[in-house]
């Protein structure tokens, strides 16, 4: 099965910009589809952005316009990239594949401080 490892959390200021990465230990074109989730307390995962082997994007409502997934294809990684930080954004962030199962990253923790 596929192991992820994930990068990038921490404490960030409002209004700051933050890049996570997502490291897969086979090839990302063996995944149908990967991305990004965030949790807080008490609620549900919520789906952050996702990208399908073929390119296509989808991302969630309450990040639209301040997130980018991309990927590097060669570094079998794919990045979130987020912006206009604000303490709504602070969350555990799971990355996430799906090739025969699912597979979740063991969550990073990103904080922002107002």
């Known amino acids: 099965q596929v192991r992820l490892m994930e990068s990038g959390g921490g404490l960030v200021q409002a209004g700051g910009s933050l890049r996570l990465s997502c490291t897969a230990s086979?090839?990302?074109?063996?995944?149908?589809?990967m991305g990004w989730y965030r949790q807080t307390p008490g609620k549900q995962r919520k789906l952050v952005a996702t990208t399908t082997k073929f390119n296509n994007t989808f991302y969630g409502d309450s990040v639209k316009g301040r997130v980018t997934i991309s990927r590097d294809n060669a570094k079998n990684t794919w990045y979130l990239q987020i912006d206009s930080l604000g303490p709504e954004d602070t969350a555990i962030y799971y990355c996430?594949?799906?090739?025969?199962?699912?597979?979740w990253g063991q969550g990073t923790q990103v904080t922002v401080s107002s």
């Open positions: 086979e090839s990302v074109f063996s995944l149908r589809a």
């Open positions: 996430w594949c799906r090739a025969a199962y699912e597979t």
